[in-house]
């Protein structure tokens, strides 16, 4: 199966027709987006990307040494701590789940065939920082083209996104329906819960109606992982290895999935029906660009500036921010802050009337207005 990132990564066509990203008042937490290019400027921003999606092996090898390294360092100094103390081998656990997203970033790159320009050193390294993250490198590559080829499209939600309802759609479900809704848009469930099942059991199936080449590099994961859960368990203990080795995935799952909901999940993000959705507006609008401090953005490999990677998805993180930077076009994109990241952790379904993510608080109000017009 060809995916998404094996054909063309950046759309031949220009925008057609207005932005219909919203362009009312900017709330708190909402992020001021940046206009759609008009055809003016279509011809300048496919250059950029284009200078900056040449993958550069020395730049990458690097990024592996100093990611690897610190993440085999780390998990050296959790074995010698063990016979220390846990006050010692816990923060060390932290550090290496700190180190398990940079990790998976590399992995992340691999699957779009933009970290090495060589398919067969992408194939390599995706399957080891695959095994490290747990996931099976070509299926999840598969799923991942499919977000990058339908986010932001309301017709096409369901694969590698976050599961995100209407406030119609979630108005005229089932209670059931609801209940399991607002159990899944919990932080607590999205956040603490929900990453360790993606990690440690969901990724261990494929989906129905993945390719024979993605459900064989499920259980060939698998299989590896076994022998590397074995292997780990008899030089640390079974019982020590099971919980420095939770605590990561815990670390680095969480921080994932809140890295991918920031990414998506604003006030005025970019959602459209398919007649009207757009791959450059949907990228530009679609797509926060989330602002962290320095060693944040080391340990998250630069994918705060995810409007330039959906833009491209052919841009390595080593180079994300140099692309930012490199054109005015991309200046207009302001930053999301930390504060107003967490400020999004209360919107819950996508308003197609006001072309806003909102709250339940939202929900309330319109019931109310229904209930006194009636």
Known sequence: MTSVHEQSPVPSTTHEGPSPAATNGMPVAAIPVAPVPGETEVATWKAVVARFGRPNALRASWQLVNTLGAYAIAWGLIYWSLSVSWWLTVPLALLAGGLLIRVFIIFHDCGHGSFFASRTANAFWGFVTGLLTMTPFYHWRWEHAVHHG???????????????????????????????????????????????????????????????????????????????????????????????????????????????????????????????????????????????????QWFSGNIGFHHIHHLSPRIPNYYLEACHRSDPLFAGVKPMSLWCALRTLGLRLWDESSKKLVGWRHLRALRKRTKDAA
Request: proline letters at 3%; charged letters at 20%.
């Open 150 to 296: 339908t986010t932001g499209d309301l017709d096409k939600r369901g694969v590698g996104d976050i599961w995100t309802m209407t406030v119609r759609e979630y108005v005229q479900s089932t209670r059931w329906k609801k209940i399991g809704y607002r159990f899944v848009r919990n932080p607590i469930v999205l956040f603490v819960i929900a990453p360790v099942i993606l990690l440690a059991v969901l990724q261990r199936f494929s989906r129905t109606e993945a390719d024979p080449r993605e459900r064989q590099s499920v259980w060939i994961m698998n299989a590896a992982i076994a022998v590397m859960v074995l292997g780990m368990m008899a030089i640390f203990g079974p019982l020590a290895y099971l919980i420095v080795q939770l605590i990561v995935l815990m670390v680095a799952g969480s921080a994932g999935i809140w890295l991918f909901y920031v990414q998506h999940q604003f006030e005025d993000a970019y959602w459209e029906r398919g007649q009207d959705w757009d791959y450059v507006a949907a990228a530009m609008q679609g797509s926060s660009f989330f602002k962290l401090p320095r060693v944040l």
